[in-house]
């Protein structure tokens, strides 16, 4: 039956019909339609790059003969019957990893002195050769159950340098014999791998041969596409260049490989990374938690406060923070080492689990798409997430964002983000405060990238602005923070000076370390 209601109603004329849509789509808002983002600016993360970087921190688990022998570099001649962790726990280092805050671990399967942590068909220098288990363990099989049931990504570090096989030192044999071991821990055994870490490390003196990196790297994409590659020069990550786990206070993602050497690259080009460079390699900040990298009876773990100040210097600067936390001889992480994770874990979350900007009401000097654009508003920036960002209109001079607090706030520690799958754009910025009806400086900054934490003495203030000075392209902030810390010991210096900043980050007052690194990975 014909609607009465569609009857009644006059037909358009088929020659009106274009007056019709284009009346009806000027009717539509601008603002209506959508905006598309600014374009990336190159070179960009790729996605295994991306999901390592949001992952912030990871656990370094140094763990072999070493450990029962109070060595740090193995002469590759101890006897596989001094491995013998009665009360080994992989799921008990997982355990501890995660609730402490880190969303990763990476255990050496084989460190220098040749000792495989899996029973390797391609040498006897393994746990099947050893008492534990009866000759019929397997530790890497046990930690990748664990990390797994736990949903904590798995990363395996596979020394190069093999002081036990006789094989050492022929380039070719010694190449096929390391990629056997590579396939074994890579294919369908251990699950998914999310990273490779090997390094340069050799002893002076040792046999000369040519590591074949390339191919390398192309079998271990190759079988574990989704891992990321960790060496001196990447190809992935980058070693930041010492053990201290400090990076540069200026930090690039954007580095050379082509300037880079896997065992002598300038730890200076490393720290800092390379403005103008054309890859994206990321930094790794590695430290151990103790003196040395395998636990040692005689050592004691660094304090939550000198893991506090890693933290800045190294996740606050761009990097990802990868703390070795070594299993005793019992094979467990020892309850010492537990607590100071712990009692880091409570201090980063009385800092930044309250973020006192959030309040506040924020402007921007302009905003892409008109005032009117919630899509890159300012206020995206109070989300936790780096695909919501503020974005300022395209050719501006000007790239500030206001905020009103509502209140007078104290505070000494700035967080910023950038949305990085958008590349890293942010060069130089500073904060300011209204104080006394002026404007006044509290702190400068160089690269921001996927987190930047900026301490300085306390301040308060209701007002403030985050001033972007230079930019690789028009800048986005995805997050910023205003913390209180309550623990690092700041300089009592006036914030209003440039003299007590270096490089644009605040100094701690240092006090001696007789835990300094000695050892070497």
């Known amino acids: 039956m014909p609607n009465p209601s569609f009857n009644s109603r006059k037909r358009i004329s088929i020659h009106a019909l274009p007056i019709f849509v284009s009346l009806f789509f000027s009717a539509i808002p601008h603002s209506a339609l959508k905006i598309p983002p600014p374009l990336p600016i190159l070179p960009l993360p790729s996605a295994s790059q991306l999901q390592w ?35 080994l726990n992989a799921s008990q280092w997982v355990h501890v990893a995660k609730e402490a805050g880190f969303s990763r671990v990476i255990l050496t399967a ?60 022929k380039t070719l044999e010694y190449n096929e014999f390391y990629i056997g071991q590579m396939t074994e821990l890579l294919t369908s055994r251990y699950g998914d791998i999310k990273e490779v870490w090997l390094d340069g490390a050799k ?70 990374g390379d403005p103008h460079g054309h890859d994206w390699v990321p930094a790794e900040c590695d430290v151990s938690i103790r003196r040395g990298w395998f636990w040692h009876a005689s050592q004691v773990p660094k304090s939550a406060l000198e893991l506090l100040d890693i933290y800045y210097k190294s996740a606050g600067r761009n990097c990802l923070l990868l703390l070795n936390v070594p299993p005793n001889s019992s094979g467990l992480i020892s309850d010492e080492d537990i607590q100071a994770l712990q009692e ?46 503020w974005a300022p209109e395209e050719d501006q001079r000007d790239w500030v964002l206001y905020l009103d607090l509502q209140e007078s706030v104290s505070f000494n520690v700035l967080q910023v983000q950038e949305p990085i799958h958008m590349g890293q754009r942010i ?39 985050l001033v972007i000075d230079m930019s690789r392209a028009d800048p986005l902030i995805s997050y910023m923070g ?40």
């Open 53 to 87: 970087q949001l992952s912030s921190m990871a656990l370094f688990l140094h763990f072999g003969p070493n450990t029962f022998t109070d060595s740090e570099w193995g002469t590759g001649h101890a006897s596989p019957s001094v491995f013998n962790p009665t009360l």
């Open 110 to 169: 084989k460190h220098h002195d040749g000792f495989c942590l899996w029973p390797s068909e391609y040498t006897d220098y393994s746990v099947k050769a050893s008492p534990w288990r009866d000759g019929k363990g397997d530790v890497v099989a046990e930690l990748a159950a664990g990390a797994k049931e736990a949903g904590i990504a798995l990363g395996l570090y596979l020394s190069p340098w093999d002081r036990h096989e006789s094989c050492y030192g």
């Open 203 to 272: 002893g002076e003196g040792e046999k000369d041969m040519e590591y074949y990196f390339d191919a390398w790297f192309s079998l271990i994409h190759q079988l574990q596409p989704d891992a990321v590659i960790f060496s001196d020069a990447g190809p992935d990550t980058r070693w930041i260049g010492d053990e201290a786990g400090v990076a540069g206070s200026t930090c690039w993602s954007l580095f050379n490989r082509s300037n880079a050497v896997i065992g002598g690259t300038n730890p200076q080009y490393s720290q800092g």
């Open 344 to 389: 880091f874990k409570e201090l980063r979350r009385s800092i930044f689990s309250n973020n006192l900007a959030e309040k506040g009401l924020l402007t921007a000097s302009s905003i892409r798409g008109g005032n009117d654009n919630y899509q890159f508003s300012p206020y995206n920036v109070f989300e936790e997430s780096i695909y919501t960002y």
């Open 427 to 465: 060069i130089k910025f500073h904060l300011e405060i209204l104080s006394g009806g002026r404007w006044k400086n509290v702190i400068s900054g160089t690269t921001v990238g996927y987190k930047r934490l900026l301490r300085f003495p306390t301040v308060q203030s209701q007002y403030l602005k």
């Open 482 to 521: 205003l913390h209180m810390d309550r623990f690092s010991i700041l300089s009592h210096a006036s914030n209003t000076t440039s003299q007590i900043y270096v490089n644009g980050s605040q100094v701690l007052r240092q006090v001696p370390n007789k835990h300094s690194q000695t050892a070497t990975v």
